[in-house]
């Protein structure tokens, strides 16, 4: 064949197409298992950090595995629609409380911490550029907060962006999703120096107000899904 030919040119640029699109095809499919399984260690991670677990240097799959011992999912009536580990696991928290209340499907991840029953729930919400997320970790009250994980997509560095440091996360330590009155009021997030009436609060980000008020909306918004479940007292219902 004429290798100055036009139709030369032709084949030689559609089997180099071809050659391509099977090689990227081929790397994208092997990487996909990997992509997956990084995400899915990343989100135990998130998990974990809610329980105030010092993930340095450890194994944070194993540790999922030693201190997760249910993952349930719920409605927003408290009743449990599974207790098969991994499906809870696998729904898309955002998508879920984007739909009609009877039609939600709530995951919960219950754990044991130093012999005592905490109950992890979590968050999806929206800061200043784009989203916020995380979860809450509650004590066997189901009202106290044990630890709480926060990150996002976008936040300012230095404003926003600090609700993904410890010192922030910290001070919901020890707060109450209750109030004095049984009502779900979640927790307050304010400027420094205000006060909240009738329900715990934390100081907000200086600078950073509108990701504060962000967290605060988030909080409330999800653990009202949870508020059924929170009030039955005892641990969990089968």
């Known amino acids: 064949m004429n290798t100055n030919s036009n139709t030369y040119t032709f084949i030689y640029a559609t089997v180099m197409v071809v050659v391509v699109a099977l090689m ?3 790397v994208s499919s092997a990487l996909k298992g990997i992509q997956t399984e990084n995400i899915e260690l990343d989100k ?6 809610s329980l105030n677990i010092n993930l340095e240097g450890e194994d944070a799959a194993a540790l999922y595995d030693q201190y997760i011992v249910q993952e349930l999912i719920i409605n927003t009536n408290a009743d449990i629609r599974s207790d098969v580990m991994g499906e809870a696991f696998a729904l898309d928290f955002g998508k879920e409380i984007s739909k009609e209340a009877s039609e939600r499907q709530l995951p919960l991840y219950v754990a044991a911490v130093e012999g ?3 109950y992890i729930i979590p968050m999806q919400g929206a800061g200043l550029w784009g989203s916020i997320w995380g979860y809450v970790s509650l004590d066997e009250d189901k009202n106290t907060v044990y630890g709480t994980y926060f990150s996002h997509a ?3 560095p230095g404003l926003g962006a600090e609700i993904a440091d410890k010192s922030f996360q910290h001070k919901f330590i ?3 999703i209750f109030n004095n009155q049984d009502q779900l009021v979640s927790i307050a997030v304010t400027k420094p120096g205000q006060k909240a009436d009738n329900q715990d609060q934390v100081d907000g980000i200086s600078g950073g107000t509108i990701t504060s ?3 605060e909306a988030m909080l409330l918004n999800c653990l009202t899904q949870y508020e059924a479940y929170f009030k039955i007292k005892g641990g969990t219902e089968e």
């Open 44 to 49: 135990k991670k998130q998990i974990l950090s």
């Open 213 to 215: 008020q962000g967290v």
């Open 116 to 118: 005592a029953t905490k």
């Open 24 to 26: 990227l095809a081929f």
């Open 174 to 176: 020890g707060k109450k």
């Open 154 to 156: 976008s936040e300012t």
